[in-house]
Each structure stands twice: as C-alpha cells, then as structure tokens.
C-alpha cells in the first residue's frame, strides 16, 4: 500500500486529485450537528424529537456481525449481566426483611437467625460480585475480539482499494482509523454492552420492589428517573460533535508525526525543527482541548444527577418524618434510592457512548463503503503467458473532469524489446505506467495485451507477469531475504542469494551485521540508495517478470551506484519486454524504441539516431546532456 501510495504521489496530477477527493471526503462527513433527539423548531413550533438509544444501536447494526462467531459468551454476559441487574434491584427488600426480622419483632432474635443473617451477607456480595465478573469479562472478551476481526477486515479492505483512494488521503488518517477509530467503537459499545444489559435490569426491579415497599416511592422514583432524561439528551448532543472533532484532532496530530519523521532529513537540512514544533504544538493543543471538552461534557452529567437523587432524598426524609415510617421500611428505601443512583448515572453515559459509537461506526462504514475503482470484470481470465505485445490504442487519461493528461496515446510495444519513454516533466511518462500496471484504467481508448484488452485480464494474474522498479525505493521493515523474496514468497534461500548476486547485492549485503538476515529500518533507511535499489532490483529478478517497468530507476543515484545499478538492470532486461522511462538518455540510447512525449502526447517515436535527426527537441535534450551527435 505505501509502495503505491508513494509511486502515484510523484505525478502533480494525481497531487491535486489528492486534495480535491480529501474535500470531498471531510465534506460527506456525518453531520454534526445533527442530534439524534431533543427538542426542534417546524414550522414554527417546538416539537419534540426522540432517537432512543435502541434506535442509534439499529443504525449500528452492520457491526452486530462481528458478534456472531462469539455468541456464546454473549450469551453468558448478557445472562450474568441480568442476573447481577435483578441482585441488585431486590436488595432493598432484603434490607428492609433483615431489619424488621432484627429489629422490629419485638422479640429478640435467635443467634441462628442472626448467624444466617451475618453469613448471608457476604455471601450476597459475593455471589453478586461473581456475576458483575462474568458479565464483565465475558463482554470483554467478545469485544476484544470483535475489534480484532474489525480492524482486520478493515486493513484488508484498505488494502485492495484502487491507488486513486491511497492518493486522496493521508496515511496518518489511515492509521488513525484503523487504529484509532476501532477503538473507540469498541470502548463504547462494550461500555453500552455491559450497562444496556445490568443497568435497566437493576432500575426496572429497584422499582418494582420500591413500589411493593411504598407506592409513592415508586412514583418519586420514576419523576426522578425522567428529570434525568435531561441531562442526558443535552450532553449526548454535544458529545457526538466534540467525538468527531476529538478523532479530526488525533489524525492531524498523527499527521504531523508521520510527516516530521518521515521527512527528517529535510526537517534538519532546513533547520525545520522550530516550524514542526510548531504544527505539533498547535495540533496536540487542539486535540487536548477537544479531549478536556469531551471530558467535562462526560463529567459533568454525574453530578447534575448526584444533584437530583439527593433533591429525592430529601423528600424521602421529610416524608418519612411525616408519616412515621417504620425503620425498617425508611432504610429499605433509602437504600433503594442509593442502589438506583449508579444505575441511572450510568444509563447516562450509556447515550453518550451510544454517540460516539455512532461517529466511530459512521466513519467505519464510510470506508467499508467505498469500493475499488479498477476490479476484474465478471468475464476476465487470467493471462498465462505474454507472448506477443502490447498495443495502446488512442488511449486518454484524465484524474480529473475535463482535465486530461494523456491525449490519443497510439503505442505498439512488441514483445522482447525496450521501449523508452523520455521527455520533458509532466509529459505523461509516470501515467503511462500507472495505466500498463492498472493502478489506473483510461479514461478513453484501450490498451490491448496479447490483443485482449487489458480489463478482461484479471488483474492479479496481470501482475503476475510484470514487476516494477522506481526511483524512490520503498523497502519493509524486516530482513533483508524478506524484502528480496517478496518477489516469489516461495523462492528458497539459495534462489534469493542467486537474485542478489545477479543483482550486483550480495557483495554488500554479506557485509551487513547479520547478512541476509540484517533488520533493515523504516524504508531500509540505513541503507544507501544504491544499495536499496540493488535490493529492489534482486526482488525483480527473483519475481522473474515477462514484463519490466522501470521508471528513473537510476536518476537519483551517485554515478559509482549507476554503473552498478546499470549492469544489474541490463542483465534484468535481457530478453524481457521492458518499458523504461529516463531522463538520461545515455541509459536509453540503445532501446528497440524511444517514446518522446511532450504535454501529454507522443511527439515523436524512434531509435536514438533518428529522433537527434529529425526532432528539435530530442536533439536538445541530447544536446543538454552532452551526448555525441
């Protein structure tokens, strides 16, 4: 993915397609400020518009299939939780039973019923503790998993979409979702997963055994429960905005990162480090007031119910003290009122996580969404073997509307021969290339493989027969044989040290602290650039191509590094189809074919000799470069 992603962004082109789909994509967002319930202004009247929470989980419930693998444990949890739920909800009868049985009699009670009494406690606790364990573990345990299955799927999916997707976005924000996003969607719905399941069981029995015990408890406790409603509808509007602002602020901040590191050659030449301290200053002080916001909105709905329970406590007391309630009756119902408190704090938060699962879940599917733009046609066969060559016919390409880069492109490249494509930058050479490769397909015309159009081939076996060295050679962070055998995962050691050596590498690599099997860096940074181009090259001798793409493959490299990149890419070449673009003609002189492309078009097509006889601008490129006439 980064190899493409980096290959395409060398075109200005495909720069600007970049930023234009990266709008586009921040743009079809969901709606912030779209809340899922509270009160609304049509036509002119107030009304009231209510997505409960059970609605918002529908609209998650693409994600619910990731559940299935693991429904047992569910099963557990959600059992446990509701059993933990009931425990709870009748422990104020409990309470209230064990201090009429103790103390209001008017007996005193046997040392039997007080030791079963003294011994049931803990008992209860425990008991209720087993059960709050299980549901919490078991839901746990399916979730970890659940977001495993999600974060691979995603990454696969990320992975197979078109270059034109990798291009309009950044790789930090990639990561971000990924990583970041998943998270967050199974943080939340485990939270609500754990609480939608105890916490309602506990009310609704809290309730009912508040409403055996004193009918107008029950009353307060429902007033209670629906003036609760109201910090919840309020706060759960606003964290659903500052959620998707939050996960905004996290991919800028990744964002800096990824762009400083990479880039940190250029950072210290330029003496840039006070301008990146900058941009991470800015971005990690607007994630951090986002991530407060969020906090404060978060915390501050417990206290306005703390607020609320002790404004029904004081009416528990003064109605107690008024209608002279038996002890044992008062402290079942003050312990009601305490078991229901947490409960219905937590319910609270249950709407905010319900929101937050939502932006993380709208984001997901956004992705999931999208599809690859070049995929198999339903009647494309694979391509066994490339015998007689390749034809572009009045081929166009345009990354953008009305804006075409390539105009009536007529090619015949035929098999076994070098095809050069030179001329000046943003000729339309890298698109060339991008399309023989199908990272792209043209906007207009065909390109004929065999004299099948290259749609009807599958593209996996397409790639199959071709292999692609460029100028910026991207390399894993593994050993050595491993990105050398990632053209042939099956070769042998003995097939990735022949690569190597006809690549002019294994001198250099039997140098290296642990030979073939040295850890390279990020990128194969500790590598110099001729080294990880030899590297490259072995990689393509290995994957033994019937086709070659070579683009600038030696332009960045000192000229000790050419020669020996040169001869690697020679004994390469011999007897491929190889098409190879270059801005030293020396390296091109003596192609079957040279391509002169200016502005998008071919302006001239032959050997070397005859372009410096009858092209003026060939003759100055040559000219430029001091090459004999």
Known sequence: M???????LRTDRATSIGRSVSQTTKSSLPAASAPSSGLRWVGGTATWQSNSIFKDLVRLRRF?????????????????GVAYGAACGFFPKAVQWVFHRLFETGDRPSFVLVLLTAFGIPIYFAGRGVLGYLNTYCLMWVGSRALRDVRIEMFTHLQRLSLDFHVARRVPDLIQTVQGITA????????????????????????????????????????????????????????????QGEQTSAGDLLGVLHETFSNIRVVKAYLLEKVQDEKFRAAANLYMSRGIRLTQQREMQGP???????????GALLYVYFREVKFSEFVAILTGFYMLYEPLKKLGRIHLQVQQALVAGELL??????QPTVVDRPNAKPLLAFQQGIRLENVGMEYLPRQPVLH?????????????????????KTTVINLLMRFYDPSCGRIL??????????IASWRQLTALVTQETLLFADTVANNIAHGRLTASREEIIAAATRAHAHEFIM?????????????????????????????AILRNPAILMLDEATNALDAESEILVQEALNDLMRGRTTIVIAHRLSTIKHADQIVLMEKGRVAAIGRHEELVAKNDLYRRLSELQFLPI
């Open 184 to 243: 967050m969607l199974q943080y939340s719905l485990f939270t609500v997963a754990e609480d939608l399941v105890k916490q309602p069981v506990t009310i609704v029995s809290g309730v009912l055994v508040l409403a055996y015990i004193n009918p107008w408890f029950c009353i307060a406790a429902a007033v209670m429960g629906a003036v609760c409603l109201i910090p919840i509808t309020y706060f759960g509007r606003k964290t659903r905005r500052t959620s």
């Open 304 to 314: 306005l119910i703390e607020l609320i329970a002790s404004l029904g406590i004081m």
């Open 449 to 458: 493989v065999d004299g099948r159009d290259l749609r009807d081939i599958q």
């Open 64 to 80: 619910a299939r990731y559940l299935k693998p693991y429904w047992f444990r569910m099963v557990m949890g959600v059992l446990t």
């Open 365 to 370: 599917s956004q992705f999931l969404d999208t």
């Open 2 to 8: 980064r190899f493409h992603h980096a290959f395409a």
């Open 408 to 428: 009536d492109i007529n090619l015949t490249i035929p098999a076994g021969t070098v095809c050069a494509l030179v001329g000046p930058s943003g000729g339309g």
């Open 511 to 539: 140098k290296l602290p642990q030979g073939y099997d040295t850890q390279l860096s990020d990128r194969g940074q500790n590598l110099s650039g001729g080294q990880r181009q030899r590297i490259a090259i072995a990689r």
